[in-house]
């Protein structure tokens, strides 16, 4: 006779529920829908039900998307007959809007072949001297609807103008300073892991007008607009992760946080005022004592790191952060992928002298795993970035990095037959010799290394040569991972 659920052993009924969650390596645990398997197994099978709670609430969202509504973790962490679930909750993914720009689109400007998108955060306070309802009309000329008109002011006042007003943010962050994220996640003693996200406009909760107007015309109307409407969380992701950092949470052991400082080098754009308001220097900001495991996502513009005498606001706002975290053995810092931004732009967002002076004097004395992705950087600043302030020091791996023959605010020269030797294979491979004599007991490995021969600005990117890769893999303790 074959088993049934209920004479299984517990421990086998507790594998099986594990199964039931949607693994991160599949897809989001905090995607809506995520959790039906395990409600139909709270609901059809009592032999189970001890186990559902503890993976129903493992995984839980904090959704900050308008002002004044009320998150379903918010009102979960609101009724006392809960409080036995509280302790369940291990990680939360803090949601923010998305941001789209309706300056953008149409070519018009566009010398490289590329959509020629770039979102221009500066331009946000110009948004009321542009008639979006005609912008938005062109977009959608070629959609067939009973009544135009209304169509379009439903489409702009459901999926635009909830995220394209400044405004909007501000408001935001003044709740959450406003000891909202402290109030709501100290209810969750037993909480280990924060990462900060984006809510796409599909996925937005069913009690607001967003979610209310795609189940009226189904999701596919946002891919209607030609050309598309550019979304981009940098600028929420920052400003909620600089007011989470001071929220005084004790059981924090890794969060997953962003830095942005979108500028063009001046004080008072209206983007470098909302980020500024999210970092007042007058707050407290704690010691997470408990934290073992940060990574941070960057999208810093490299006309803030130049020129200016002394350290730029985004590194002010974050090294105390660091400073604090004298339990550390894992930092992960990523900067932008090329697919985030256009090709004009990325080498604004990538460059490598902004993990130079973030890092800059700190001593990460527990610290054994360093992970650096996505920056473009010189031969020299990769080598001579690791010193005596990581002692521990025990892996450092580099992802999808790229050497260029220049150093902050300045080219290096070289002869032509020195560029075509560096990016065959030479700069990396006088880098892996230099990282392998200064730290012998370091395991280093690189994952799609590359070279560009003509400085940041270009677009051209060459792998190893099958010669530089073999010369590469002898080297003790450096690993050569495609």
């Known amino acids: ?52 709670p503890q993976y129903m609430f493992r995984d839980m969202v904090f959704n900050h998307l308008v002002d004044g509504m009320a998150s379903h973790l918010e009102r979960f962490g609101a009724e006392p007959a809960n409080s036995k679930l509280w302790p369940l909750v291990k990680n939360i993914v803090v949601q923010v ?13 566009s010398s490289d072949g590329e959509d020629g998108y770039t ?73 280990e892991h924060i990462h900060v996200g984006v809510c796409a406009r599909e996925d937005y909760p069913s009690h607001t007008i967003t979610n209310v107007f795609l189940r009226q ?40 946080l962003s830095i942005a400082n979108i500028d063009t080098g001046l004080r008072n754009d209206p983007i470098n005022q909302l980020l500024s308001k999210a970092s007042k220097e007058d707050e407290f900001l704690p ?22 005498g002394s350290v730029p606001p985004v590194v002010q706002r974050w090294r105390p952060l660091l400073r604090g975290l004298e339990k550390l053995v894992f930092l992960e810092l990523h900067g932008a992928r090329r697919e985030q931004v256009s090709s004009k732009e990325y080498h604004k967002y990538s460059d490598w002298s902004v993990v130079d002076l973030l890092l800059q004097g700190l001593a990460f004395e527990q610290l054994k795993t360093l992970v650096l992705a996505d920056f473009t950087a010189s031969q020299n600043s990769v080598s001579t970035m690791f010193g005596k302030e990581l002692p521990m020091l025990r892996s450092l ?5 790229k050497l260029v023959n220049t150093q902050i605010g300045r080219q290096v020269s070289e002869s032509a037959d020195e560029m075509v030797r560096r ?7 006088s880098v892996c010799r230099q990282l392998s004599a200064s730290f012998p007991d370091v395991s280093v490995q690189l994952h799609d290394p590359s070279s560009m021969p003509y400085g940041p600005r270009g677009v051209e990117t060459y792998p190893l040569t099958p010669e530089y890769a073999q010369h590469i893999q002898d080297i003790h303790n450096v690993e050569l991972c495609c």
């Open 217 to 256: 015309y189904g999701k596919s109307v946002l891919s209607k607009p030609d050309p598309l409407y550019v979304e981009d969380g940098t600028v929420n992701l920052d400003g909620i992760s600089a007011v989470l950092v001071r929220a005084t949470l004790t059981s924090i052991k890794t969060m997953t």
């Open 119 to 191: 979102i221009d955060w500066n331009d946000l306070d110009d948004l009321d001297d542009l008639d979006d309802l005609d912008d938005l009309a062109r977009r959608l000329d070629s959609v067939v609807v009973l009544n135009p008109t209304l169509y379009h002011r439903e489409y702009y006042r459901a999926l635009i103008e909830p995220f394209t007003d400044p405004d909007r943010l501000s408001a935001l962050l003044d709740s959450a300073r406003v000891s909202l994220f402290s109030a709501v996640l100290q209810r969750f003693a037993c909480l």
């Open 397 to 401: 791996s580099l992802y999808h990095i």
């Open 1 to 52: 006779m074959a088993p049934t659920l209920d004479s299984l052993p517990p421990e086998i009924r507790k594998e099986i529920v594990s199964y039931l969650i949607i693994d991160h390596c599949v897809g989001s645990p905090y995607k809506v829908g995520s959790k039906e398997d395990l409600k139909n197994a709270n609901a059809a099978h009592a032999c189970l039900r001890e186990w559902v």
């Open 97 to 109: 809007p998305p941001a789209i720009d309706t300056t953008l689109g149409f070519n018009e400007h």
């Open 287 to 308: 010691t997470f004592a408990s934290m073992t495991k940060l990574t941070l996502c960057m999208r810093v513009s490299n006309l803030s790191l130049r020129g200016r």
């Open 423 to 429: 990016t065959k294979g030479y700069g990396w491979l």
